[in-house]
């Protein structure tokens, strides 16, 4: 079974840059597509981006486009979320997500990492 877990997290200030890493175990990742979500105090959960699990194929909200890059390692079994140009708005707790391996990122997830926080403030 797909075990994720999210790091990387930390306080910024508006302008800065953040890494974030989801690591998995329990299975390959290449075998899966796996995208990024955040919840902010109060708000619902929002996807923010998504890397296919064939071809690589990118996808990202409209509100973190030409700001943040997925990108995959498939032989250390690790997805990344490189965040530049940091916003208050993008303060909230960061969870990666995998559907099934037979699904896309089109499909809902049924793998979860713990999450981790990412605060931007001055």
């Known amino acids: 079974q797909l075990q994720l877990v999210e790091s990387g997290g930390g306080l910024v200030q508006p302008g800065g840059s953040l890494r974030l890493s989801c690591a998995a175990s329990?299975?390959?990742?290449?075998?899966?597509?796996i995208g990024w979500f955040r919840q902010a105090p109060g708000k619902e959960r929002e996807g923010v981006s998504c890397i296919s699990r064939s071809d690589g194929s990118t996808y990202y909200a409209d509100s973190v486009k030409g700001r943040f890059t997925i990108s995959r390692d498939n032989a250390e079994n690790t997805v990344y979320l490189q965040m530049n140009s940091l916003k208050p708005e993008d303060t909230g707790v960061y969870y990666c997500?995998?559907?099934?391996?037979?699904?896309?990122?089109?499909?809902?997830?049924?793998?979860w990492g713990q999450g981790t926080q990412v605060t931007v403030s001055s």
């Open positions: 329990g299975s390959p990742l290449g075998y899966h597509a």
């Open positions: 997500a995998a559907p099934p391996s037979w699904g896309t990122c089109s499909h809902e997830a049924e793998y």
